[in-house]
């Protein structure tokens, strides 16, 4: 009996390393346990043959979520960035590096992407990263990068505080959600001539963050803020529509990620409410259409603010989403223009310290760089201020025309405008 | 009197819609004048709006949503007070096997979509094989993790096999995960969209102000929960094997004894509890039109709440405990924020249910409906 349970053993621990090495991305089929999912990430980049260069090699982590509810925005972020690196590492390569990517996954937990940044900090060949989709996760995260000074570029990362610590290490190409959420007061107030708002968050640092600007926007305007929900509920929400919709408000912000907004819209329309839906960069996924179906066209519709425009909404991108769609078979969801300028921006960087210090530079030289460079990317002209914001920030306006993942492209932006940092 | 009340369609049939009528009616009821007791107390204390007015208006829509979910919490709590009667053991995968019985019934549907027989299929022929199909898979995963994780524990002390079965959830979470991402790559499990189950059948009722709106998909929730209640309740008081279930939950060595095979009747427990739990996933999928593999986590501690709100070991007490956790959840979740004028929100909800429960066990530690069974010796 013995002899048959340690075969079996044998044969099970046997089954899982194949299916470790066979998977495609390593990441997603890792258990849940965090240790090996950070660890099968880095093998599976080391895994490609690392051609001896002549001056080292060099590494560029990726940190988003590619498992769980917001992977496609997370997967997005891994591509575009794998795609900036494909196509913007020649010089680096011409200067004898081998530069690779290493992704990891964070889950959109911050446990988790705190354990994955004591990692790739202890990789002494990463020199610069992408990442993270989530604030809520950026914010912990950073405090690792900012002591091993490694410097990190965030394609969505929108809360203030990201930036506000005043680190050295931390930037974003994108807005903040201080001048995002009253942006998009402002649409419910002028535009949608809203008396009566119901605001709902997910609890998390960004939804909360998000909801406490709308809310104090809102007041400060005079609309009626019927009341003010926090919740992590993702499947039943009858509990907290059944008020909701008794007081019949004309705005619903929801101030979240869409893979929870997507069932809340869809219960919310069905038991009769009528008005606009409201959200911001966290509703910008065509898996909301798949989700909510028809309730984002139906009653009021539903419109949401982002910092990052869909592809088409910049003119340089356009050779970018025909190499992105080539490569990955899908057109780029939001935030993959986005960290493709962040990869783009991480690479400028190294080769400027690179040249200064006269061979493989250290991470403090790239963080510096990182400052100092100014960089012609698809979304803008980037040029980081002294606490890593971008000085003026393009904000966009999107009305839902989709009632379909695929339709996900007929949204329409009504609006989009400049707006400067509010600085620390 | 006697002859009716051992008349079987009395017994079996009018007695425990009966009784479900009775708890389902008694807890909405105790809970809303409750309520509306305390908004009468606390009237004075809003200045903005009238207390009594706002909790008068949604009070209906709040009670039929706690049933609702009532019922699924019922049903999930069977399952763990089935097996704590039969083995004085809590099967925490319970939740898992929930869960995979609701994703079986959706991939079942999402296949009917793919090939266009959702559109021309009876919309309750579909419902029904989904539930079976759940059913079938949910029973043979609960016996299969009690012959592989539980039975050679059998006669290990008490924490070994709940430590077992804890461990089984996790894995159970994760080899879903790991199916779902190599066949669709998706995390979400997204219901389609099909026939009438979205639609209100709208009740104005005189006296009430707004209409009251009962969605086609929670009568039929409640309707099929209803009947497997009842079938459970045949099934254990009427049969040959529910008298074997019984025995064996009162005294295994003596049932063994009696000639009864133990084994085979701990596997029947598993089954039925499983069984009941996939239905549960399924109707719960109707609900909540999409799952993951973590949908299970919350319900299934919420109905074992329930269960041993209600008196673990007791098929009753688990009936009336689901029903009591659904409506203070549904409650709490939608008068919190009125009541404390914005200072706690919904996200207190579960707060409140448990407050309830550890109330309840102080004074009445065996639950609402179990008894203090002495120490076997």
């Known amino acids: 009996m013995n002899k048959r349970l340690l075969a079996l053993l044998s044969v099970l621990v046997l089954a899982s390393m194949v299916l470790a090495a066979c998977g495609t991305p390593a990441a997603t089929e890792a258990p849940a346990a965090e240790a090996p999912a950070a660890t099968e990430a880095p093998a599976a980049a080391t895994e490609a043959p690392a051609a001896a260069a002549a001056m080292g090699t060099i590494k560029i982590a990726t940190q988003s979520p590619l498992s769980g509810g917001q992977s496609l925005l997370g997967v997005a972020i891994k591509q575009g960035a794998e795609l900036a690196l494909e196509q913007l590492s020649g010089d680096l390569t011409a200067m004898g590096y081998d530069v690779q990517l290493a992704p990891y996954d964070d889950q959109a937990t911050p446990d988790v992407g705190v354990a994955n940044a004591k990692n790739i900090v202890a990789d002494s060949e990463i020199l610069c990263g992408v990442g993270h989709l989530n604030s809520g996760v950026m914010i912990p995260s950073s405090e690792e990068y900012h002591t091993a000074g490694l410097a990190f570029i965030s394609p969505a990362n929108t809360n203030p505080v990201v930036t506000t610590r005043g680190y050295l290490e931390v930037n974003r190409v994108v807005g903040r959600d201080d001048v995002q959420a009253p942006a998009a007061e402002e649409y419910a107030f002028s535009t949608l001539g809203a008396k009566s708002v119901y605001i709902i968050h997910d609890k998390t640092a960004y939804g909360q963050g998000v909801a406490e600007f709308f809310r104090a926007a809102a007041e400060e305007d005079g609309i009626t803020v019927v009341d003010f929900v926090g919740t992590e509920e993702t499947a039943n929400f009858d509990a907290i529509i059944a008020p909701l919709v008794a007081s019949a408000p004309d705005v619903v912000f929801f101030a979240g990620i869409y893979n929870q907004a997507g069932v809340f819209f869809k219960q919310a329309r069905e038991a009769g409410f009528e008005g606009t839906f409201l959200g911001t960069d966290g509703m910008d996924s065509s898996d909301l259409a798949d989700l909510a179906g028809d309730a984002l066209t139906t009653g009021g519709g539903m419109a949401y603010t982002t910092v990052a425009g869909p592809a088409s909404a910049y003119p340089k991108a356009a050779q970018f989403v025909t190499d992105y769609t080539a490569k990955f078979g899908a057109a780029p969801e939001a935030y993959a223009t986005q960290a493709y300028d962040s990869m783009g921006v991480c690479l400028t960087a190294i080769k400027a310290a690179a040249e200064a210090a006269g061979g493989m530079p250290t991470r403090a030289q790239v963080a510096e760089a990182i400052r100092a460079v100014s960089y012609e990317g698809l979304t803008s002209t980037i040029a980081f201020d002294e606490i890593g914001d971008l000085p003026l920030a393009k904000y966009f306006i999107i009305k839902v025309n989709a009632s379909t993942k695929d339709a996900w492209g007929t949204n329409e932006i009504i609006d989009s405008f400049d707006l400067p940092s509010p600085g620390k | 009197m006697k002859q009716f009340t051992s008349n079987p369609f009395y017994k079996f049939i009018l007695f425990p819609i009966g009784q479900i009528l009775v708890f389902a009616l008694g807890a909405s009821l105790v809970l809303s004048l409750f309520t509306v007791l305390l908004a009468f107390i606390f009237r004075s204390a809003m200045t903005e709006f009238d207390l009594v007015e706002r909790v008068l208006l949604i009070l209906p829509q709040v009670v039929i949503n706690g049933l609702t979910i009532g019922f699924v919490y019922s049903t999930i709590a069977l399952g763990y007070t089935m097996v704590y009667g039969v083995l004085e053991f809590i099967n925490f995968s319970h939740s898992e096997i929930f869960m995979v019985g609701g994703i079986v019934g959706v991939e079942l549907m999402a296949y009917f979509d ?49 430590i077992s079965a804890i461990g089984m959830s996790f894995f159970l979470q994760d080899a879903v995960r790991l199916i779902l991402s190599l066949t669709t790559g998706e995390f979400n499990v997204i219901l389609p969209s099909f026939g009438t189950f979205d639609e209100f059948l709208v009740l104005a009722v005189p006296g009430i102000a707004t209409p009251l709106r009962f969605q086609i998909k929670s009568i039929l929730l409640v309707g099929v929960t209803v009947v497997m209640l009842v079938g459970l309740n045949y099934l254990v008081n009427g049969t040959k094997v529910g008298k074997a279930i019984r025995a064996v939950a009162q005294d295994r060595p003596s049932a063994s004894l009696m000639g009864i095979n133990v084994n085979m009747i701990i596997s029947v427990t598993f089954l039925i509890g499983g069984a009941l739990g996939g239905a549960a996933g399924v109707l719960f999928a109707l609900k909540a039109t999409k799952l993951d593999p973590f949908v299970g986590f ?71 409906l179990g008894q203090t069974v002495g120490q076997k010796a």
Not at chain 2, 130 to 145: D, F, H, N, P
Not at chain 2, 316 to 334: C, D, K, M, Q, V
Not at chain 2, 345 to 364: C, M, N, P, S, T
């Open chain 2, 114 to 162: 793919h090939t266009g027989a959702l559109q021309t299929m009876n919309q309750y022929v579909i419902i029904a094989l989904a539930i079976i199909l759940g059913m079938v898979i949910s029973g043979s995963l609960a016996v299969t993790v009690e012959r592989i994780a539980y039975k050679p524990l059998r006669g290990a002390p008490r924490l070994v096999p709940l």
């Open chain 2, 298 to 368: 919350f319900p299934g501690l919420k109905a074992f709440t329930a269960a041993v709100l209600g008196g673990i070991g007791n098929l009753t007490g688990a009936l009336l405990g689901g029903l009591i956790l659904g409506l203070l959840e549904s409650f709490s979740a939608s008068y919190l924020s009125t009541f404390t004028n914005g200072a706690f929100g919904a996200e207190y909800k579960d707060i409140f249910a448990f407050a309830i429960l550890i109330l309840v066990l102080i004074f009445r530690p065996s639950g609402l």
